[in-house]
Protein backbone atom coordinates (compact mmCIF):
# COMPACT_ATOMS: atom_id res chain seq x y z
CA UNK A 1 0.00 0.00 0.00
CA UNK A 2 2.77 2.47 0.52
CA UNK A 3 4.66 1.67 -2.37
CA UNK A 4 1.18 2.95 -4.58
CA UNK A 5 1.40 6.50 -2.74
CA UNK A 6 -1.03 5.41 0.17
CA UNK A 7 1.56 5.94 2.74
CA UNK A 8 -0.39 7.51 5.67
CA UNK A 9 -2.89 4.85 5.28
CA UNK A 10 -0.09 2.28 4.73
CA UNK A 11 1.34 3.13 8.03
CA UNK A 12 -1.80 2.34 10.16
CA UNK A 13 -1.94 -0.82 8.65
CA UNK A 14 2.03 -1.54 9.22
CA UNK A 15 1.50 -1.05 12.68
CA UNK A 16 -1.04 -3.37 12.85
CA UNK A 17 1.32 -5.74 11.08
CA UNK A 18 3.95 -5.42 13.77
CA UNK A 19 1.90 -5.57 16.86
CA UNK A 20 0.44 -9.11 15.58
CA UNK A 21 4.21 -10.58 14.10
CA UNK A 22 6.57 -8.14 16.58
CA UNK A 23 9.61 -10.37 15.09
CA UNK A 24 9.38 -10.23 11.30
CA UNK A 25 11.83 -7.32 10.61
CA UNK A 26 10.96 -7.02 7.02
CA UNK A 27 7.75 -5.59 8.78
CA UNK A 28 9.45 -3.45 10.78
CA UNK A 29 11.69 -2.03 7.97
CA UNK A 30 8.80 -1.67 5.79
CA UNK A 31 6.95 0.45 8.56
CA UNK A 32 10.64 2.24 8.98
CA UNK A 33 10.88 3.26 5.33
CA UNK A 34 7.21 4.78 5.10
CA UNK A 35 7.42 6.46 8.18
CA UNK A 36 10.83 8.23 7.01
CA UNK A 37 8.45 9.27 3.70
CA UNK A 38 6.54 11.14 6.52
CA UNK A 39 9.33 12.54 8.24
CA UNK A 40 8.51 10.73 11.00
CA UNK A 41 12.49 10.65 12.28
CA UNK A 42 11.74 8.58 15.72
CA UNK A 43 9.14 6.07 14.72
CA UNK A 44 11.47 5.51 11.96
CA UNK A 45 14.74 5.27 13.81
CA UNK A 46 12.57 3.20 16.63
CA UNK A 47 11.36 0.43 13.95
CA UNK A 48 15.14 0.47 12.15
CA UNK A 49 16.29 -0.22 15.24
CA UNK A 50 14.25 -2.84 16.52
CA UNK A 51 14.84 -4.42 12.89
CA UNK A 52 18.66 -4.42 13.52
CA UNK A 53 17.86 -6.13 16.83
CA UNK A 54 16.17 -8.79 15.29
CA UNK A 55 18.79 -9.14 12.20
CA UNK A 56 21.79 -7.38 12.87
CA UNK A 57 23.78 -8.07 9.86
CA UNK A 58 21.83 -6.41 7.12
CA UNK A 59 23.34 -3.72 5.67
CA UNK A 60 20.22 -2.14 4.75
CA UNK A 61 18.93 -2.10 8.24
CA UNK A 62 22.18 -0.19 9.63
CA UNK A 63 21.60 2.60 6.46
CA UNK A 64 18.20 2.91 7.24
CA UNK A 65 18.50 3.25 10.79
CA UNK A 66 21.47 6.25 9.84
CA UNK A 67 18.76 7.86 7.70
CA UNK A 68 16.12 8.19 10.42
CA UNK A 69 18.67 9.16 12.79
CA UNK A 70 20.04 12.04 10.31
CA UNK A 71 16.02 13.08 10.25
CA UNK A 72 16.62 13.39 14.24
CA UNK A 73 20.08 15.66 13.56
CA UNK A 74 21.76 12.62 15.69
CA UNK A 75 24.85 12.74 13.77
CA UNK A 76 26.81 11.00 15.64
CA UNK A 77 24.81 8.03 16.12
CA UNK A 78 23.93 8.19 12.45
CA UNK A 79 27.87 7.87 11.29
CA UNK A 80 27.69 4.99 13.31
CA UNK A 81 24.91 3.03 11.34
CA UNK A 82 26.73 4.40 8.33
CA UNK A 83 29.95 2.60 9.25
CA UNK A 84 28.39 -0.91 10.25
CA UNK A 85 26.09 -0.70 6.94
CA UNK A 86 29.86 -0.36 5.08
CA UNK A 87 31.75 -3.09 7.14
CA UNK A 88 28.73 -5.66 6.38
CA UNK A 89 28.57 -4.33 2.80
CA UNK A 90 31.81 -2.42 1.39
CA UNK A 91 31.97 -0.77 -1.76
CA UNK A 92 28.72 1.51 -1.66
CA UNK A 93 29.42 4.80 -2.97
CA UNK A 94 25.77 6.21 -1.80
CA UNK A 95 26.52 5.76 1.96
CA UNK A 96 30.08 6.81 1.78
CA UNK A 97 28.86 10.07 0.47
CA UNK A 98 25.99 9.97 3.35
CA UNK A 99 28.66 8.95 5.88
CA UNK A 100 30.91 12.25 4.68
CA UNK A 101 27.93 14.60 4.91
CA UNK A 102 27.02 13.36 8.51
CA UNK A 103 30.92 13.97 9.70
CA UNK A 104 30.76 17.60 7.99
CA UNK A 105 28.20 18.37 10.09
CA UNK A 106 30.53 17.43 12.64
CA UNK A 107 33.06 19.22 11.72
CA UNK A 108 35.72 16.05 11.21
CA UNK A 109 36.51 17.91 7.49
CA UNK A 110 39.35 15.48 6.93
CA UNK A 111 37.59 12.24 7.26
CA UNK A 112 34.82 13.66 5.38
CA UNK A 113 36.96 13.95 2.53
CA UNK A 114 38.26 10.98 2.83
CA UNK A 115 34.95 9.69 2.45
CA UNK A 116 33.38 11.30 -0.57
CA UNK A 117 36.40 10.47 -2.34
CA UNK A 118 35.95 6.94 -1.62
CA UNK A 119 32.96 7.28 -3.09
CA UNK A 120 34.93 8.95 -6.20
CA UNK A 121 36.70 6.05 -6.59
CA UNK A 122 34.00 3.63 -6.22
CA UNK A 123 31.56 5.40 -8.97
CA UNK A 124 33.68 8.32 -10.96
CA UNK A 125 30.67 10.24 -12.29
CA UNK A 126 29.19 11.29 -8.79
CA UNK A 127 28.11 14.98 -9.03
CA UNK A 128 27.12 15.45 -5.60
CA UNK A 129 30.31 13.65 -3.94
CA UNK A 130 32.42 16.01 -6.04
CA UNK A 131 30.01 18.68 -4.65
CA UNK A 132 30.15 17.68 -1.12
CA UNK A 133 33.91 17.44 -1.23
CA UNK A 134 34.15 20.59 -2.91
CA UNK A 135 32.25 22.40 -0.11
CA UNK A 136 34.32 20.04 2.38
CA UNK A 137 37.42 21.05 0.98
CA UNK A 138 36.85 24.36 1.45
CA UNK A 139 36.23 24.55 5.27
CA UNK A 140 39.88 23.02 4.72
CA UNK A 141 41.22 26.01 3.19
CA UNK A 142 41.91 24.33 0.05
CA UNK A 143 40.65 26.68 -2.26
CA UNK A 144 42.12 25.11 -5.27
CA UNK A 145 40.83 21.77 -4.44
CA UNK A 146 37.81 22.90 -3.60
CA UNK A 147 36.70 24.92 -6.79
CA UNK A 148 38.38 22.02 -9.20
CA UNK A 149 35.79 19.35 -7.03
CA UNK A 150 33.09 22.07 -7.85
CA UNK A 151 33.69 22.34 -11.43
CA UNK A 152 33.59 18.66 -11.71
CA UNK A 153 29.89 18.90 -10.01
CA UNK A 154 28.89 21.47 -12.67
CA UNK A 155 30.31 19.49 -15.63
CA UNK A 156 28.91 16.33 -14.90
CA UNK A 157 25.45 17.27 -14.15
CA UNK A 158 24.83 20.95 -15.35
CA UNK A 159 21.31 21.21 -14.45
CA UNK A 160 21.36 21.29 -11.12
CA UNK A 161 21.63 24.58 -9.38
CA UNK A 162 23.00 23.80 -6.35
CA UNK A 163 26.23 23.03 -7.60
CA UNK A 164 26.62 26.48 -9.69
CA UNK A 165 25.78 28.16 -6.48
CA UNK A 166 28.17 26.13 -4.57
CA UNK A 167 30.76 27.10 -6.88
CA UNK A 168 29.82 30.60 -6.80
CA UNK A 169 30.27 30.44 -2.93
CA UNK A 170 33.64 29.13 -3.23
CA UNK A 171 34.61 31.85 -5.86
CA UNK A 172 33.53 34.80 -3.28
CA UNK A 173 35.66 32.86 -0.78
CA UNK A 174 38.59 32.85 -3.01
CA UNK A 175 38.30 36.66 -3.81
CA UNK A 176 36.84 36.26 -7.43
CA UNK A 177 33.44 38.08 -7.17
CA UNK A 178 32.97 37.99 -10.96
CA UNK A 179 33.06 34.31 -11.14
CA UNK A 180 31.06 34.04 -8.29
CA UNK A 181 28.27 36.28 -10.52
CA UNK A 182 28.67 34.03 -13.20
CA UNK A 183 27.22 31.22 -11.35
CA UNK A 184 24.96 32.74 -9.65
CA UNK A 185 23.81 34.13 -12.76
CA UNK A 186 23.37 30.69 -13.88
CA UNK A 187 21.84 29.70 -10.71
CA UNK A 188 19.37 31.38 -11.15
CA UNK A 189 18.37 30.53 -14.10
CA UNK A 190 17.87 27.27 -13.42
CA UNK A 191 16.11 27.73 -10.24
CA UNK A 192 14.76 31.69 -10.36
CA UNK A 193 13.13 31.69 -6.94
CA UNK A 194 15.35 30.49 -4.80
CA UNK A 195 15.65 33.19 -2.05
CA UNK A 196 19.58 31.98 -0.88
CA UNK A 197 21.10 32.48 -4.95
CA UNK A 198 19.63 35.57 -5.15
CA UNK A 199 20.97 36.94 -1.71
CA UNK A 200 24.54 35.42 -2.52
CA UNK A 201 24.28 37.23 -6.12
CA UNK A 202 23.57 40.27 -4.04
CA UNK A 203 27.18 39.68 -1.97
CA UNK A 204 28.71 39.24 -5.48
CA UNK A 205 27.23 42.16 -6.93
CA UNK A 206 27.91 44.69 -3.93
CA UNK A 207 31.23 43.40 -3.94
CA UNK A 208 31.75 44.10 -7.41
CA UNK A 209 30.44 47.77 -6.80
CA UNK A 210 27.31 47.05 -8.80
CA UNK A 211 25.09 48.75 -6.45
CA UNK A 212 22.21 48.51 -8.70
CA UNK A 213 21.91 45.18 -8.90
CA UNK A 214 23.39 44.40 -5.64
CA UNK A 215 20.60 46.28 -3.64
CA UNK A 216 17.46 45.00 -5.63
CA UNK A 217 19.38 41.21 -5.32
CA UNK A 218 19.80 42.03 -1.35
CA UNK A 219 15.78 42.87 -1.27
CA UNK A 220 15.39 39.10 -1.20
CA UNK A 221 16.90 38.50 2.00
CA UNK A 222 13.36 38.37 3.89
CA UNK A 223 11.92 35.24 1.85
CA UNK A 224 12.18 32.15 2.96
CA UNK A 225 14.99 33.38 5.98
CA UNK A 226 14.50 31.96 9.74
CA UNK A 227 17.17 33.69 10.83
CA UNK A 228 15.99 37.36 9.38
CA UNK A 229 12.55 39.19 9.80
CA UNK A 230 11.09 42.65 9.45
CA UNK A 231 10.31 44.69 12.31
CA UNK A 232 7.17 44.79 13.82
CA UNK A 233 5.47 48.01 12.04
CA UNK A 234 2.98 48.43 9.86
CA UNK A 235 4.22 51.60 8.62
CA UNK A 236 5.06 51.48 5.06
CA UNK A 237 8.96 51.08 3.57
CA UNK A 238 10.14 54.21 2.21
CA UNK A 239 11.25 53.75 -1.13
CA UNK A 240 12.97 57.27 -1.82
CA UNK A 241 10.60 59.44 -1.50
CA UNK A 242 10.63 63.56 -0.61
CA UNK A 243 11.22 63.56 3.46
CA UNK A 244 10.45 67.10 4.48
CA UNK A 245 8.45 66.89 7.23
CA UNK A 246 7.55 62.92 7.82
CA UNK A 247 9.17 60.53 10.51
CA UNK A 248 11.65 57.80 9.55
CA UNK A 249 12.02 54.72 11.11
CA UNK A 250 15.92 53.20 10.67
CA UNK A 251 16.38 49.94 12.60
CA UNK A 252 19.20 47.59 13.23
CA UNK A 253 18.69 44.30 11.21
CA UNK A 254 21.55 41.72 11.57
CA UNK A 255 24.93 42.54 12.94
CA UNK A 256 26.12 45.50 15.02
CA UNK A 257 29.21 45.64 12.11
CA UNK A 258 26.39 46.50 9.74
CA UNK A 259 24.45 48.31 12.55
CA UNK A 260 27.62 51.18 12.83
CA UNK A 261 28.35 50.95 9.24
CA UNK A 262 25.19 51.99 8.45
CA UNK A 263 23.52 54.27 11.28
CA UNK A 264 25.75 57.00 9.62
CA UNK A 265 23.11 57.87 7.23
CA UNK A 266 20.75 58.81 9.88
CA UNK A 267 22.72 62.58 9.37
CA UNK A 268 22.02 62.33 5.78
CA UNK A 269 17.85 61.48 6.24
CA UNK A 270 17.82 64.42 9.05
CA UNK A 271 19.78 66.79 6.63
CA UNK A 272 16.55 66.20 3.60
CA UNK A 273 14.48 67.06 6.61
CA UNK A 274 13.30 63.99 8.13
CA UNK A 275 12.60 63.49 12.03
CA UNK A 276 14.74 60.70 12.58
CA UNK A 277 14.61 57.90 14.95
CA UNK A 278 16.92 55.03 15.56
CA UNK A 279 15.72 51.58 16.79
Not at 43 to 56: G, H, K, N, T
Request: proline share 5%.
Amino acid sequence: MCERGRTEEGVVHLRSAVVRRPGRADVRQTLGCAALTLRQFGEAAAEFQSAVDLRPEDPDLHSGLAEALIGQKKLSEAAKAFRRSLHLRPDQPGLENNLGLALHELGDYEVAASHYRRALSLEPNFPEAYCNLGNTLAKLGDMTGALSALRQAVHRQPENPLHHANLGECYLDYGDPAEARSCFSEALRLDPENSLHHRRMAAACLTLGDWERGWAEYEWRWRDNDQLRPPPVTQPRWSGELLQGRTILIHAEQGHGDTLQFVRFAKSLKDRGARVVVW
